[in-house]
Nanobody, 124 residues
Framework: QVQLVESGGGLVQAGGSLRLSCATSERTFSSFVMGWFRQAPGKEREFVAAISWGGSSTYYSDSMKGRFTISRDNANSTVYLQMNSLKPEDTAVYYC?????????????????WGQGTQVTVSS
């Protein structure tokens, strides 16, 4: 079982930045495609970004492209989500997730492992 632990959420004003981290003790971290998703109250879980095993390929939701950056450090088994120019509509619980194949990277139902989530609140 792969355990993922997110951190870095919090309260920030609109226009501000946050950096989320997702760490694991999994030694085969580099064999996983990693994704970030978010879920606001009353809404379905939404794709944010994904990154390939070695980090050479990244994918973003159109609404976050240019504001969010996903990256990974395989030596430290951690994936990051840098969020800039935050908006109140970015308020949600943010989850990291892992899967072994790159296909369907934007579909949360295809991910095998999930973290517990971290709350991000953006005030106007």
């Amino acid at each position: 079982q792969v355990q993922l632990v997110e951190s870095g959420g919090g309260l920030v004003q609109a226009g501000g930045s946050l950096r989320l981290s997702c760490a694991t003790s999994e030694r085969t971290f580099s064999s996983f495609v990693m994704g970030w998703f978010r879920q606001a109250p009353g809404k379905e879980r939404e794709f944010v970004a994904a990154i390939s095993w070695g980090g050479s390929s990244t994918y973003y939701s159109d609404s976050m492209k240019g504001r969010f950056t996903i990256s990974r450090d395989n030596a430290n088994s951690t994936v990051y989500l840098q969020m800039n120019s935050l908006k109140p509509e970015d308020t949600a619980v943010y989850y990291c997730a892992a899967k072994t194949r790159l296909s369907h990277y934007s579909d949360y139902t295809w991910y095998d492992y999930w973290g517990q989530g971290t709350q991000v609140t953006v005030s106007s």
